[in-house]
């Protein structure tokens, strides 16, 4: 089995990271009540499957991101870059 990468692995645990910090903040209770699960259960998920499904989402290049979090592809980032470089000039000259 082919080991993932020092950066591959770097994605994983910041991914699992943020996972966590989000259980903590919802906690172990509520998130239980909503999945219809035991607390114990989602003990057993948060110490045994979370860092795994960390590194499934990384490696099927995946990006966990909070609900009002914005996603822009790399060309609509450059558009958005030109479209700023132009109008600020622009507005200089005025």
Do not use: F, H, W
Not at 10 to 23: C, F, G, H, M, P
């Amino acid at each position: 089995m082919e080991k993932l990468s020092n950066k591959t692995n770097e994605r994983a645990r910041k991914i699992e990271s943020i996972i966590l910090q989000r259980l903590a903040e919802k906690t172990q209770t509520t998130i239980a009540i909503e999945l219809g699960m035991s607390e114990s259960k989602i003990s057993r998920l948060k110490n045994d499957d979370i860092p795994v499904i960390a590194k499934l989402i990384t490696c099927l290049g995946l990006k966990v991101v909070p609900d009002d979090s914005l996603e822009v592809s790399q060309a609509e980032l450059k558009s958005i870059k030109t479209l700023a470089k132009k109008y600020l000039e622009i507005d200089e000259m005025i």
